[in-house]
Nanobody, 121 residues
Framework: QVQLVESGGGLVQAGGSLRLSCAAS????????MGWYRQAPGKQRDMVAT???????NYADSVKGRFTISRDNAKNTVYLQMNSLKPEDTAVYYC???????????????WGQGTQVTVSS
């Protein structure tokens, strides 16, 4: 019923920048929090940054001052601007949204398919 489509991943040198986008579509009544998570090989999936519908943000300590999360509520889209990238930022980045489906009071977590970010040293 609801899909999240990510874009913007790729290969970049250390110190470079990338911008990820994630657009939600489908039977959406509303979206509460949206966020980005990442998972490196052999590691668990960790929170990178989240943003509420009113714009309050939260960041992992490892990305504070380098990454910026933002959203366009009219487009049901969340962005992640990543600057000063480091090799340890290499991971698959997943978009997440707390979605309420049209015509219901049902709210659940939807995930994107993931986009690879690789930072070379």
């Amino acid at each position: 019923q609801v899909q999240l489509v990510e874009s913007g991943g790729g290969l970049v040198q250390a110190g470079g920048s990338l911008r990820l986008s994630c657009a939600a579509s489908g039977s959406i009544f509303s979206i509460n929090a949206m966020g980005w998570y990442r998972q490196a090989p052999g590691k668990q999936r960790d929170m990178v940054a989240t943003i509420t519908s009113s714009g309050s943000t939260n960041y992992a300590d490892s990305v504070k001052g380098r990454f910026t999360i933002s959203r366009d509520n009219a487009k049901n889209t969340v962005y992640l601007q990543m600057n000063s990238l480091k090799p340890e930022d290499t991971a698959v980045y997943y978009c997440n949204a707390e979605v309420r489906v049209k015509g219901t009071t049902f709210q659940y977590d939807e995930w994107g398919q993931g986009t690879q970010v690789t930072v070379s040293s």
